[in-house]
């Protein structure tokens, strides 16, 4: 049996990678610097929480590397 994933909305996204602008965020998603996520009804996105803490440690990674 698969385990249930965690889906989080906006406003805790934007907490999680510490960002306050809505616009910010969807910068990011148009860019392709962050996930898209997927659409919860007609007007609201939500992203799997392990895909967040997946995308802050891959950000990490990289900034390693790049500070080495």
């Given amino acids: 049996m698969e385990a ?3 889906v989080i909305f906006r406003q805790e996204v934007k907490k999680l990678i510490h960002i306050k602008a809505d616009s910010t965020l ?6 392709g610097e962050f ?3 997927f659409r919860v ?3 609201r996105r939500g992203w799997y ?5 997946a995308w802050m ?6 900034a390693r590397v790049t500070a080495a």
């Fill in 26 to 31: 969807q910068s990011m998603i148009n860019a």
């Fill in 35 to 37: 996930p898209q996520g």
């Fill in 41 to 43: 009804g007609l007007r």
């Fill in 4 to 6: 249930i994933k965690k």
């Fill in 49 to 53: 929480e392990d895909d967040v803490i």
């Fill in 57 to 62: 440690k891959e950000r990490e990674q990289e």
